[in-house]
């Protein structure tokens, strides 16, 4: 079965510090793998997805990714936090072998950034 | 470009009433739209698949006469809770994916409208 887990519910950073949201997937073939954010009372908003190639993927607002496969990662990440990145970050993995284009969420995890 | 529009943001009526949720693709045509239900502090549970001119596709244990979906264009998709009760209230979210069906969609994301919250009382 395709799960992705997010291990940790809160993650607190300074602002300017770099800043690290972990997951890890598991699926029957190769993944497509997105990050999306989601502010309060608000939809979610897509960062940056794999598909393939570079196992470094950079997105929107400063954010970037690495793809594990070996570890069956794809962890975010951001050299310097803003205080406006704190939000609610959800990993999503979809199986290759499906063509309906349905997502697999993480449980998400909380970005707090502070002054 | 990917905008997606829902409507209304927020929702609060009596128990007993329908409520009807829009999903609009603002530039772009989404032949899947998906509906999610959200409850606080937790991740999207997929209630169903609509692919436009077919019949809405639910994940286990979504009653599809509670949660009736129609996808009538490239553009719009509605929800509608039936008969709404206290324990329907949630976020509800839809998201549209402007791929075409088959191989090679998979990986286009799915973009998201900013949910619609109902309460019923």
């Known amino acids: 079965a395709q799960s992705v887990a997010q291990p940790e519910d809160q993650v607190n950073v300074a602002e300017g510090n770099p800043l690290t949201v972990k997951c890890t997937y598991s699926?029957?073939?190769?993944?497509?793998l997105f990050w999306y954010v989601q502010y309060p009372n608000r939809g979610l908003q897509f960062l940056l997805k794999y598909i393939t190639g570079d196992n470094l993927v950079k997105g929107s607002y400063g954010f970037e990714a690495e793809f594990n496969k070996s570890q069956t990662s794809f962890h975010l990440k951001k050299p310097s936090a803003l205080v406006s990145d704190s939000a609610l970050y959800f990993c999503a993995v979809r199986d290759r072998s499906s063509n309906t284009g349905k997502l697999i969420f993480g449980q998400g995890t909380t970005l707090q950034v502070k002054p | 470009g990917a905008v997606v529009s829902q409507h209304p943001s927020w929702v609060i009526c009596k128990s007993g009433t329908s409520v009807k949720i829009e999903c609009r693709s603002l530039d772009f045509q989404a032949t899947t739209m998906f509906w999610y239900r959200q409850f606080p502090k937790q991740s999207l549970m997929l209630m169903a698949t609509?692919?436009?001119?077919?019949?809405?596709?639910?994940e286990q244990g979504v009653e599809k006469d509670k949660f009736l979906i129609n996808h009538a264009s490239l553009t719009l998709s509605t929800l509608t809770v039936t008969s709404a009760h206290p324990e329907d209230s949630s976020f509800y979210i839809c998201?549209?994916?402007?791929?075409?069906?088959?191989?090679?969609?998979?990986?286009?994301?799915?973009?998201f409208g900013d949910g619609t919250r109902l309460s019923i009382l």
């Open positions: 609509s692919n436009e001119g077919s019949k809405a596709t639910y």
């Open positions: 998201s549209a994916r402007a791929a075409p069906r088959g191989t090679g969609a998979g990986n286009q994301p799915q973009h």
């Open positions: 699926v029957s073939g190769n993944p497509y």
